[in-house]
Protein backbone atom coordinates (compact mmCIF):
# COMPACT_ATOMS: atom_id res chain seq x y z
CA UNK A 1 0.00 0.00 0.00
CA UNK A 2 1.54 3.31 -0.95
CA UNK A 3 0.55 6.98 -0.02
CA UNK A 4 2.72 9.40 -0.46
CA UNK A 5 5.58 7.62 -0.74
CA UNK A 6 8.39 9.63 -2.08
CA UNK A 7 12.25 8.19 -1.75
CA UNK A 8 10.92 5.42 1.11
CA UNK A 9 8.33 4.59 -1.50
CA UNK A 10 12.03 4.06 -3.95
CA UNK A 11 14.00 2.34 -1.26
CA UNK A 12 10.89 -0.58 -0.82
CA UNK A 13 10.63 -0.82 -4.08
CA UNK A 14 14.27 -2.13 -4.16
CA UNK A 15 14.07 -4.44 -1.72
CA UNK A 16 10.57 -5.50 -3.20
CA UNK A 17 13.13 -6.54 -6.57
CA UNK A 18 16.01 -8.20 -4.30
CA UNK A 19 13.34 -10.26 -3.06
CA UNK A 20 11.13 -11.03 -6.22
CA UNK A 21 11.72 -14.86 -6.22
CA UNK A 22 10.43 -15.16 -2.71
CA UNK A 23 6.71 -14.11 -3.87
CA UNK A 24 4.17 -15.61 -6.79
CA UNK A 25 2.69 -12.30 -7.00
CA UNK A 26 3.89 -8.79 -6.34
CA UNK A 27 1.00 -5.78 -6.47
CA UNK A 28 1.74 -2.62 -6.15
CA UNK A 29 -1.20 -0.39 -4.58
CA UNK A 30 -1.01 2.70 -4.59
CA UNK A 31 -3.62 5.96 -3.37
CA UNK A 32 -3.30 8.93 -5.62
CA UNK A 33 -4.54 11.02 -8.37
CA UNK A 34 -2.82 9.29 -11.86
CA UNK A 35 -0.30 12.12 -12.29
CA UNK A 36 1.24 11.41 -8.99
CA UNK A 37 4.99 10.52 -8.69
CA UNK A 38 4.19 7.67 -6.55
CA UNK A 39 2.29 6.09 -9.55
CA UNK A 40 5.47 6.73 -11.81
CA UNK A 41 7.85 5.39 -9.64
CA UNK A 42 4.92 2.31 -9.53
CA UNK A 43 5.08 2.27 -13.11
CA UNK A 44 9.16 2.50 -14.05
CA UNK A 45 9.51 -0.93 -11.22
CA UNK A 46 6.97 -2.61 -13.53
CA UNK A 47 9.35 -1.42 -16.99
CA UNK A 48 12.07 -3.06 -15.19
CA UNK A 49 9.94 -6.04 -13.81
CA UNK A 50 6.76 -6.84 -16.36
CA UNK A 51 4.97 -9.40 -13.56
CA UNK A 52 4.40 -6.83 -11.10
CA UNK A 53 1.23 -5.18 -10.84
CA UNK A 54 0.46 -2.02 -10.08
CA UNK A 55 -3.36 -0.53 -9.50
CA UNK A 56 -4.16 3.23 -8.41
CA UNK A 57 -7.58 4.29 -7.16
CA UNK A 58 -7.00 7.89 -8.91
CA UNK A 59 -7.71 9.47 -5.88
CA UNK A 60 -6.33 9.67 -2.14
CA UNK A 61 -8.69 7.35 -0.35
CA UNK A 62 -8.53 6.87 3.51
CA UNK A 63 -6.61 3.63 4.79
CA UNK A 64 -9.68 1.36 5.29
CA UNK A 65 -10.87 2.12 1.62
CA UNK A 66 -7.60 1.75 0.09
CA UNK A 67 -7.47 -1.74 1.66
CA UNK A 68 -10.63 -2.73 -0.02
CA UNK A 69 -9.37 -1.58 -3.04
CA UNK A 70 -6.78 -3.80 -3.21
CA UNK A 71 -8.58 -7.00 -1.78
CA UNK A 72 -11.51 -6.37 -4.32
CA UNK A 73 -8.74 -6.66 -6.86
CA UNK A 74 -7.39 -9.64 -6.06
CA UNK A 75 -10.24 -11.37 -5.46
CA UNK A 76 -11.59 -10.20 -9.19
CA UNK A 77 -8.01 -11.49 -10.57
CA UNK A 78 -9.07 -15.13 -9.27
CA UNK A 79 -6.74 -14.86 -5.72
CA UNK A 80 -8.31 -17.97 -3.30
CA UNK A 81 -8.84 -17.09 -0.14
CA UNK A 82 -6.62 -19.16 1.18
CA UNK A 83 -3.66 -17.88 -0.29
CA UNK A 84 -1.11 -15.94 1.86
CA UNK A 85 -0.59 -12.13 1.88
CA UNK A 86 2.77 -10.54 2.59
CA UNK A 87 1.38 -6.97 3.53
CA UNK A 88 4.05 -4.24 3.55
CA UNK A 89 3.79 -0.82 3.74
CA UNK A 90 5.44 1.94 1.25
CA UNK A 91 8.17 3.48 3.82
CA UNK A 92 10.02 -0.27 5.06
CA UNK A 93 11.83 -2.90 3.44
CA UNK A 94 11.70 -6.73 2.88
CA UNK A 95 14.58 -8.28 5.13
CA UNK A 96 15.77 -10.61 2.23
CA UNK A 97 18.19 -12.40 4.48
CA UNK A 98 15.18 -13.14 7.16
CA UNK A 99 13.07 -14.64 4.15
CA UNK A 100 16.25 -16.87 2.72
CA UNK A 101 16.51 -18.56 6.32
CA UNK A 102 12.71 -19.39 6.53
CA UNK A 103 12.05 -21.04 3.09
CA UNK A 104 13.08 -24.27 2.11
CA UNK A 105 15.34 -25.03 -0.87
CA UNK A 106 11.66 -24.66 -3.12
CA UNK A 107 11.50 -21.72 -1.72
CA UNK A 108 8.29 -23.11 0.49
CA UNK A 109 7.47 -20.59 3.59
CA UNK A 110 6.66 -22.86 6.60
CA UNK A 111 2.90 -21.41 6.87
CA UNK A 112 0.29 -23.77 8.80
CA UNK A 113 -3.56 -22.87 7.98
CA UNK A 114 -5.38 -21.43 11.11
CA UNK A 115 -2.04 -19.18 12.16
CA UNK A 116 -1.32 -15.44 11.30
CA UNK A 117 2.43 -14.34 11.34
CA UNK A 118 3.27 -11.01 12.83
CA UNK A 119 6.58 -10.75 13.81
CA UNK A 120 9.39 -10.55 14.57
CA UNK A 121 10.00 -7.05 12.96
CA UNK A 122 14.13 -5.69 12.55
CA UNK A 123 14.02 -2.06 13.09
CA UNK A 124 16.02 1.10 12.26
CA UNK A 125 15.12 4.39 13.76
CA UNK A 126 14.23 7.17 11.46
CA UNK A 127 12.91 10.59 11.90
CA UNK A 128 9.88 11.78 10.32
CA UNK A 129 11.18 14.56 8.34
CA UNK A 130 14.60 12.99 7.25
CA UNK A 131 15.37 9.72 5.30
CA UNK A 132 17.83 7.45 7.11
CA UNK A 133 21.25 7.84 5.99
CA UNK A 134 23.13 4.93 8.15
CA UNK A 135 25.29 2.41 7.31
CA UNK A 136 23.12 -0.23 5.70
CA UNK A 137 25.73 -3.42 7.10
CA UNK A 138 24.86 -2.35 10.66
CA UNK A 139 23.44 -4.63 12.91
CA UNK A 140 19.33 -4.30 13.43
CA UNK A 141 17.29 -5.10 17.02
CA UNK A 142 15.07 -7.42 16.80
CA UNK A 143 11.36 -6.12 18.23
CA UNK A 144 8.51 -8.19 19.13
CA UNK A 145 4.89 -8.57 20.46
CA UNK A 146 5.91 -12.08 22.09
CA UNK A 147 7.19 -11.94 25.28
CA UNK A 148 10.98 -12.04 25.00
CA UNK A 149 11.37 -15.07 27.10
CA UNK A 150 8.32 -17.02 26.46
CA UNK A 151 6.92 -18.83 23.29
CA UNK A 152 6.79 -17.89 19.86
CA UNK A 153 3.34 -19.22 19.03
CA UNK A 154 -0.16 -18.22 21.39
CA UNK A 155 -3.95 -18.50 21.09
CA UNK A 156 -4.83 -15.61 18.93
CA UNK A 157 -7.50 -14.49 22.23
CA UNK A 158 -4.15 -14.54 24.55
CA UNK A 159 -2.02 -12.44 21.94
CA UNK A 160 -4.49 -9.76 21.91
CA UNK A 161 -5.07 -10.05 25.16
CA UNK A 162 -1.28 -9.28 25.80
CA UNK A 163 -0.96 -6.38 23.83
CA UNK A 164 -3.67 -4.31 25.85
CA UNK A 165 -2.50 -5.56 28.98
CA UNK A 166 1.12 -4.40 28.33
CA UNK A 167 1.54 -2.78 24.97
CA UNK A 168 3.97 -3.98 23.03
CA UNK A 169 5.43 -3.26 19.28
CA UNK A 170 3.89 -4.78 16.72
CA UNK A 171 3.20 -4.11 12.76
CA UNK A 172 1.25 -4.70 10.25
CA UNK A 173 4.24 -4.41 7.75
CA UNK A 174 5.78 -7.97 6.92
CA UNK A 175 2.89 -9.75 8.46
CA UNK A 176 1.75 -12.67 6.45
CA UNK A 177 -1.74 -13.39 6.69
CA UNK A 178 -3.99 -15.46 4.97
CA UNK A 179 -6.42 -13.45 2.15
CA UNK A 180 -9.33 -14.62 4.17
CA UNK A 181 -8.93 -12.14 7.06
CA UNK A 182 -8.67 -9.08 4.94
CA UNK A 183 -11.77 -10.06 3.34
CA UNK A 184 -13.54 -11.04 6.63
CA UNK A 185 -12.49 -7.47 8.26
CA UNK A 186 -13.44 -6.01 5.10
CA UNK A 187 -16.95 -7.27 4.88
CA UNK A 188 -17.33 -7.11 8.69
CA UNK A 189 -20.54 -5.07 10.48
CA UNK A 190 -20.05 -2.36 11.65
CA UNK A 191 -17.37 -1.43 9.28
CA UNK A 192 -13.90 -0.40 10.73
CA UNK A 193 -13.54 3.24 10.41
CA UNK A 194 -9.22 3.87 10.79
CA UNK A 195 -5.95 1.85 10.65
CA UNK A 196 -5.50 1.50 14.32
CA UNK A 197 -5.66 -1.70 16.36
CA UNK A 198 -5.37 -3.28 12.46
CA UNK A 199 -2.99 -5.82 13.34
CA UNK A 200 -5.50 -7.60 15.93
CA UNK A 201 -8.43 -6.98 13.61
CA UNK A 202 -6.87 -8.54 10.76
CA UNK A 203 -5.82 -11.71 13.35
CA UNK A 204 -9.32 -11.66 14.61
CA UNK A 205 -10.90 -13.84 12.08
CA UNK A 206 -12.68 -16.76 12.56
CA UNK A 207 -10.09 -19.07 10.52
CA UNK A 208 -7.72 -17.76 13.14
CA UNK A 209 -6.95 -19.96 15.93
CA UNK A 210 -3.69 -18.93 16.91
CA UNK A 211 -0.55 -16.34 16.36
CA UNK A 212 3.09 -17.10 15.31
CA UNK A 213 6.25 -15.15 15.18
CA UNK A 214 8.85 -16.40 12.76
CA UNK A 215 12.49 -17.10 14.00
CA UNK A 216 13.82 -14.18 12.73
CA UNK A 217 12.36 -10.64 11.36
CA UNK A 218 11.23 -10.76 7.67
CA UNK A 219 10.96 -7.15 7.13
CA UNK A 220 12.78 -4.04 8.04
CA UNK A 221 10.37 -1.04 9.86
CA UNK A 222 11.58 2.20 10.20
CA UNK A 223 10.30 3.64 13.00
CA UNK A 224 10.98 5.74 16.44
CA UNK A 225 11.68 4.14 19.79
CA UNK A 226 10.31 7.15 21.29
CA UNK A 227 6.46 7.23 19.65
CA UNK A 228 4.01 5.93 22.39
CA UNK A 229 1.88 3.17 20.61
CA UNK A 230 0.44 2.79 24.04
CA UNK A 231 -1.02 6.91 23.94
CA UNK A 232 -3.13 6.62 20.92
CA UNK A 233 -6.03 8.30 22.25
CA UNK A 234 -9.56 9.17 21.96
CA UNK A 235 -9.22 7.56 17.89
CA UNK A 236 -8.00 4.30 19.39
CA UNK A 237 -10.32 4.11 21.88
CA UNK A 238 -12.94 4.08 19.40
CA UNK A 239 -10.85 1.31 17.64
CA UNK A 240 -11.20 -0.38 20.82
CA UNK A 241 -15.10 -0.62 20.04
CA UNK A 242 -14.84 -2.10 17.04
CA UNK A 243 -12.04 -4.95 18.22
CA UNK A 244 -14.37 -5.84 20.91
CA UNK A 245 -17.34 -6.74 17.98
CA UNK A 246 -14.58 -8.51 16.26
CA UNK A 247 -13.81 -10.47 19.20
CA UNK A 248 -17.36 -11.36 19.93
CA UNK A 249 -18.14 -12.13 16.49
CA UNK A 250 -15.07 -14.46 17.14
CA UNK A 251 -16.55 -16.30 20.04
CA UNK A 252 -20.09 -16.96 18.22
CA UNK A 253 -17.79 -18.86 14.72
CA UNK A 254 -15.90 -20.34 17.33
CA UNK A 255 -18.01 -21.41 20.37
CA UNK A 256 -15.40 -23.42 22.09
CA UNK A 257 -13.38 -20.32 22.12
CA UNK A 258 -16.00 -18.16 23.63
CA UNK A 259 -14.55 -18.77 27.25
CA UNK A 260 -11.47 -17.34 26.17
CA UNK A 261 -13.12 -14.49 24.21
CA UNK A 262 -14.70 -13.48 27.41
CA UNK A 263 -11.05 -13.90 29.00
CA UNK A 264 -9.23 -11.55 26.78
CA UNK A 265 -12.13 -8.82 27.06
CA UNK A 266 -11.91 -8.93 30.61
CA UNK A 267 -8.31 -8.69 30.89
CA UNK A 268 -7.76 -6.01 28.01
CA UNK A 269 -10.21 -3.69 29.96
CA UNK A 270 -11.91 -3.42 26.67
CA UNK A 271 -15.57 -3.40 28.32
CA UNK A 272 -14.66 -0.24 30.23
CA UNK A 273 -13.05 1.49 27.12
CA UNK A 274 -16.36 1.12 25.54
CA UNK A 275 -17.55 3.67 28.07
CA UNK A 276 -14.68 5.55 28.56
CA UNK A 277 -13.25 7.39 25.19
CA UNK A 278 -10.17 8.76 25.64
CA UNK A 279 -10.06 7.54 29.35
CA UNK A 280 -6.49 8.84 31.35
CA UNK A 281 -3.94 6.10 32.64
CA UNK A 282 -2.81 4.44 29.80
CA UNK A 283 0.17 1.76 30.99
CA UNK A 284 3.42 2.58 29.86
CA UNK A 285 4.82 0.57 26.65
CA UNK A 286 7.08 -1.41 26.96
CA UNK A 287 9.82 -2.31 23.61
CA UNK A 288 10.92 -5.94 23.91
CA UNK A 289 13.81 -6.50 21.98
CA UNK A 290 14.36 -10.12 21.32
CA UNK A 291 17.84 -9.88 19.97
CA UNK A 292 20.42 -8.37 17.41
CA UNK A 293 20.42 -9.11 13.60
CA UNK A 294 22.37 -8.65 10.26
CA UNK A 295 20.85 -6.47 7.78
Known amino acids: MVWRGGERFERCLRSIHAARPFFSRVVL ?27 CTNRELPTMQHQEFWIDYLQSTGTNSSEWIYWLAYDDEIRFNGIEALVDKSGNWPLQHGSAYFGPWAIRHEQPDELWRGDPLS ?11 GPRCLPVMEWIAQQFVQ ?15 FIDLRDAHPPKRGPMRIEMAVAASPGIAFIEEFAEPVSIIYGRSNSDRASYGQAARSEDRHLALRMLRYATHNPRQAPKVVGALARTGTRSALSAVGRSGLPQEEWRVRGVVAP
Do not use: C, H
Open 29 to 55: SVTSDPESKDLRRALEAQVADPSIEVL
Open 139 to 149: PLESWTSFPTD
Open 167 to 181: PTYMQMSGSVNPLQS
